[in-house]
């Protein structure tokens, strides 16, 4: 029943920003995470952003951190990360995610339900 949904991915240009959004449904999501991972091709997934659904805490790996920013819009049940400042090596499938709160926000196993996966190209 629970859905994720990505959308906003695409090509940019080195240096430039993207806004991606996820449509949460199914569930309310009162106590859980809502994260962001990313996975290139041969590569491990990895931890880009988290959110707590209620109250707002955020969390970013030093990768991100001062060029991220994840968000979420309770009403529209959506979450959002904006990317500045792109880098060719985060070129990914990047990815929403949600799991109750408790537990490692950066580790994938903390989560229980995953979307698609949206595509990202950064050009260099």
């Known amino acids: 029943q629970v859905q994720l949904v990505e959308s906003g991915g695409g090509l940019v240009q080195a240096g430039g920003s993207l806004r991606l959004s996820c449509a949460a449904s199914g569930r309310t999501f009162s106590g859980y995470c809502l994260g962001w991972f990313r996975q290139a091709p041969g590569k491990e997934r990895e931890f880009v952003a988290a959110i707590t659904w209620s109250g707002g805490s955020t969390y970013y790996p030093d990768s991100a951190k001062g060029r991220f920013t994840i968000s979420r819009d309770k009403d529209k049940s959506t979450v959002f990360l904006e990317m500045n400042a792109l880098k060719p090596d985060e070129s990914s499938v990047y990815y929403c995610?949600?799991?109750?709160?408790?537990?490692?926000?950066?580790?994938?196993?903390?989560?229980?339900?995953w979307g698609q996966g949206t595509q990202v190209t950064i050009s260099s």
């Open positions: 995610a949600a799991g109750r709160v408790g537990r490692a926000y950066y580790d994938i196993s903390s989560y229980d339900y």
